[in-house]
């Protein structure tokens, strides 16, 4: 009967890919925060182009300083979304060295773990033609003695 194939480090192997998935979320969590202020960075440009094209030479003094200082508050708001979105990229650079690198050492107990998995293959096809050399030779020696 062949051996059951067990590994002997297969909980660190589950360990390393909990946490390779723990790092992908974290890793993953991170960039959606970061897209989602690039959409508000482009929805503020947006808005100030729109007020931009609007402002017609005709308009008020009043909403002429309104449309100045409108401008001036969403110029604030890109630079600060801008700070953001820099720390976010080196939050993302780091979150995604983080994963590579726990993915990395998953991949070297999985590659470990397939190794062994061959040399146990190995084994047990050399038990199993062995044992079937010794019962074609146990077989071939009662045929002969038969005769």
Do not use: C, P, W
Not at 9 to 36: G, M
Not at 73 to 84: A, N, P, T, Y
């Amino acid at each position: 009967m062949a051996k059951k194939f067990s590994f002997s480090l297969e909980a660190v192997n589950k360990l390393r890919a909990y946490r390779a998935d723990v790092s992908k979320n974290s890793f993953l969590q991170v960039s959606s925060v970061r897209i989602a202020n690039d959409v508000a960075i482009d929805q503020i440009l947006q808005l100030k182009d729109e007020i931009m094209s609007s402002s017609v030479l005709g308009t008020t003094l009043d909403e002429q300083l309104q449309a100045r200082s409108h401008l001036k508050l969403l110029d604030r708001k890109i630079e600060q979304l801008s700070k953001e979105r820099q720390r976010l990229i080196e939050i993302e650079d780091i979150k995604r060295k983080d994963y590579t690198g726990k993915l990395q050492e998953h991949e070297a107990i999985k590659i470990v773990k397939l190794k062994k998995f061959n040399q146990h293959k190995q084994e047990i096809q050399r038990e199993e033609t062995t044992m079937m050399e010794e019962l074609a030779l146990s077989r071939h020696q009662k045929l002969n003695n038969e005769l």
